[in-house]
């Protein structure tokens, strides 16, 4: 921008020049001089505004490479024939793929998915070849680490101006972490339930259990003539006793 300031601002000087050298040129010298002048004067403008515009496109493509740098998931753009023509800057740490593969071969990235959930991806794809937005949450297993990640997958579709399908633009999120919280929280609520339920039932249990001791204690106590019941009824009543310490010991536990 200097450069070209400095350029026109010595080309008006020379015009300048030309015109007070030349007094006796007329008037079709200062209708010249006052055309160049002109000419000058709208050059300079148009190289500042496309300069103002340069700035401002080079300030904007920095803040989004700053905000692709620091977003969590990773933004793609994908052809019709499944490659991708863009990945973020944090796809191949996600995946472990490196992107010039996947922008020659996407299919890939489908091998990377869990088996117990290509069925489901492979639903969600074809409504999506449809017209239809993609969303997802699915398990891939990392290239190189082969550690299992939780994407959820979110696309559009991008048509041209004729209904053509170009392919899709999406956004890869990593969400392990909250999905093995829920899957733990799922399990810790599994837990308490089952526990307030054998609770219950160890309560009833130990009540049927304590009438059948006082019973058998009861009857036991009375009869004295036959010592065949009265060794049945002990039989029972020791029992009985027996299982109430066993259910004391699993409401302990519980």
Known sequence: LQTVGGSCRIGIEML????????????????????????????AFLHDFEGLIFIRYCLLESRMQNYLLN?????FSRRSDLSFSYLGPRAEELIGLSPA???????????LIHESDREAYAKESA??????AFALTY???????????HIMDVRNPAQAASGLPLGCD??????TR???AELRLNENGWKETLAVLTSGLLHDFGNLLSGIYSLSELY??????????????????EHARQAQAVVKKISSLN
């Open 127 to 132: 409504a999506h070849g449809a017209g239809r």
């Open 220 to 237: 036991h106590a009375q009869l004295t003539g036959d010592p065949s019941i009265s060794e049945g009824l002990g039989m029972i009543k």
């Open 101 to 111: 593969l996947l922008s020659k071969d996407g299919h890939a990235f489908e091998e």
């Open 71 to 75: 977003f969590p998931g990773v933004v």
């Open 178 to 180: 909250q999905k093995v």
């Open 139 to 149: 398990r891939i297993q990392h290239a190189r680490t082969g550690q299992v990640r």
């Open 170 to 175: 999406g956004m890869w999120l990593d969400v």
């Open 16 to 43: 300048y020049l030309r015109f007070y050298l030349c007094p006796k040129s007329g008037k079709g010298s200062v209708a010249l001089f006052v055309g160049q002048l002109y000419f000058l004067a709208q050059r």
